[in-house]
């Protein structure tokens, strides 16, 4: 099978990076639950999205999610009346804020069953 080479964000075509998927500027707020969390939920904005995840700011006041941990976030979408619910799982943190992967609900529920189990 051939291997065919997209630019990645940064414009490289350089095989031994992997290849990101395009992200979309965004700025819709977001309510944020961390499974097992007895914390309140965090108000945050969505600053892009991509298929695979996103990047979410959160204020200097708002407490944050920790790497590995299990988020459940609620986009309401005013301008077209509805929301959308997401799992996913936080990658990274930095002072802005953090990183989420998308997951599907099965997988999800999959990882949480290991780490019980660990």
Do not use: C, H
Not at 45 to 67: D, H, L
């Amino acid at each position: 099978m051939s291997k065919i080479l997209r630019q990645n964000a940064e414009g490289n075509s350089d095989p031994s990076r992997p290849e990101r998927s395009i992200r979309y500027s965004t700025e819709e707020i977001l309510n944020i639950e961390i499974y097992g969390s007895n914390q309140s939920p965090i108000i945050a904005v969505m600053r892009n999205i991509s298929k695979s995840g996103a990047f979410v700011e959160i204020g200097q006041s708002s407490s944050r999610p920790s790497k590995g941990q299990f988020i459940r976030g609620v986009i309401n979408l005013d301008s077209i009346g509805k929301s959308r619910i997401f799992n996913g799982e936080v990658i990274w943190v930095n002072e802005d804020g953090f990183g989420i992967s998308f997951m599907r609900k099965e997988e999800l529920v999959q990882k949480i069953m290991s780490k019980v189990s660990a």
